[in-house]
């Protein structure tokens, strides 16, 4: 049995993002440096966007941000930024909140699964092998060729529940 890692944890009431921004953008640039993708200022902001939030954060509340910034943006520039940060798995997508949480171990190659805070609306990402494995297994069998998943579980953080 492969061991579960709570791969983004909840963090403190009092975590300072920074650390945590720096680690995703250099991370980010790497990647796409060693892939020969283009990151551009605009998927750079989005991301470092995304990453400041340090939960979900929606693609209009990502506008806002940047419209704040510089008055012309317009939301299909934020949705190919995010598009790209996607499929690229610098970021996931959290489809109950229709929202969007950094990724906290960008560049693809693996299935999270994802606690919701109800209390707090905070996000953790979950890493374990065996769900994403008996999912594979499960749909295989079934015939079932899965293009795509997001497995989000709603519940109460331990700061919440306390």
Same mark, same amino acid.
């Given at each position: 049995m492969a061991e579960a890692v709570l791969a983004g944890g909840f963090p403190s009431r009092d975590h300072d993002h920074d650390h945590c921004i720096d680690d995703a953008l250099k991370t980010a640039e790497k990647i796409c440096f060693e892939r020969n993708?283009?990151?551009t200022h605009t998927r750079r902001r989005v991301l470092e966007i995304v990453w400041q939030r340090h939960g979900p954060?929606?693609?209009?509340d990502i506008l %806002?941000? +940047?419209r704040e910034e510089r008055r012309k943006t317009a939301p299909p520039t934020v949705y190919r930024a995010l %598009?790209? +940060?996607l499929e690229h798995g610098f970021v996931h997508r959290i489809e109950s909140l229709n929202a969007f949480v950094g990724c906290s171990?960008?560049?693809?190659?693996?299935v999270g699964q994802f606690l919701i805070?109800?209390?707090c609306g905070?996000?953790?990402e979950l890493d374990d092998p065996d769900i994403a494995f008996l999912i594979a297994e499960k749909t295989a069998s079934a015939g079932f060729d899965v293009s795509r998943q997001t497995i989000e579980i709603?519940?109460?953080c331990s700061g919440c529940g306390a």
């Open positions: 993708l283009r990151f954060i929606g693609a209009y %806002e941000v +940047l %598009e790209f +940060l171990k960008p560049g693809g190659g693996h805070c109800t209390g905070q996000t953790a709603q519940g109460l």
